[in-house]
């Protein structure tokens, strides 16, 4: 019986895995589109509009976002919410570490990552790319440090919601795409792992 669990469970988990790396022309050529569009939509404010701010609004964390919003769109770390609030919390998070541990980077980087996945926990924003939006806060650059929670809204806030924005129009061109995932998806996902372990 347990060992008839065990083998369902992981055909599921094979088949789940598999159904999660197939990916056709099309869905690749949206997700290319979308993470050049939202990225390059930064990197033009950033060069034309404020050309001596030393690269403020184009961070690292917005390329690790434009994985998940254009090219993994179901995933739970992808959805608005967790693109959003996952950046802004690790953001104050990161701010705050260096606000009060300033020079002590041995300290201060490990713990604003470690507070900043906390955080996002608890706040059910968690989004991977939050743990380098709070790095960056600590490690970044003297002009970063010295936004001090400005950090927060400009670049974080401002480039998600780039993001975000072109997430909306690029992810949801095909009726092949749809974001941010629906609730009913997710019932749907739960219904099915519930009924799957009570078998």
């Given at each position: 019986m347990l060992k008839k669990r065990v083998k369902r469970t992981l055909r599921y988990?094979?088949?789940?895995?598999?159904r999660e790396?197939?990916?056709?022309?099309?869905?690749?050529?949206w997700s290319f589109l979308g993470s050049f569009i939202g990225i390059g939509l930064i990197a033009f404010w950033q060069s034309f509009l404020l050309k001596d701010s030393d690269s403020l609004f184009l961070i690292g964390s917005f390329g690790a976002s434009s994985v998940l919003v254009?090219?993994?769109?179901?995933?739970?770390?992808a959805q608005p919410r967790n693109?959003?609030?996952g950046h802004l919390v690790s953001a104050f998070v990161g701010v705050s570490v260096q606000s009060l541990l300033p020079e002590i980077i041995w300290l201060t980087a490990p713990l604003a990552v470690s507070l900043s996945i906390i955080a996002m926990q608890f706040t059910k924003t968690l989004h991977p790319p939050g743990g380098a939006t709070?790095?960056?806060?600590?490690i970044g650059s003297e002009k970063i440090k010295l936004l001090g929670y400005y950090y927060i809204l400009f670049p974080v806030l401002s480039g998600a919601l780039v993001l975000l924005l072109v997430?909306?129009?690029?992810?949801?061109?095909?009726?092949?795409?749809?974001?941010?995932?629906?609730?009913?998806?997710?019932k749907?996902?739960?219904?099915?792992?519930?009924?799957?372990?009570?078998n």
């Open positions: 988990t094979r088949y789940i895995y598999y790396t197939l990916v056709n022309r099309e869905e690749k050529f254009f090219g993994l769109i179901q995933s739970p770390l693109l959003i609030g709070a790095l960056l806060a600590v997430a909306l129009i690029f992810n949801n061109i095909t009726p092949n795409r749809k974001y941010p995932v629906s609730n009913n998806y997710k749907r996902l739960k219904r099915l792992f519930f009924i799957r372990q009570r």
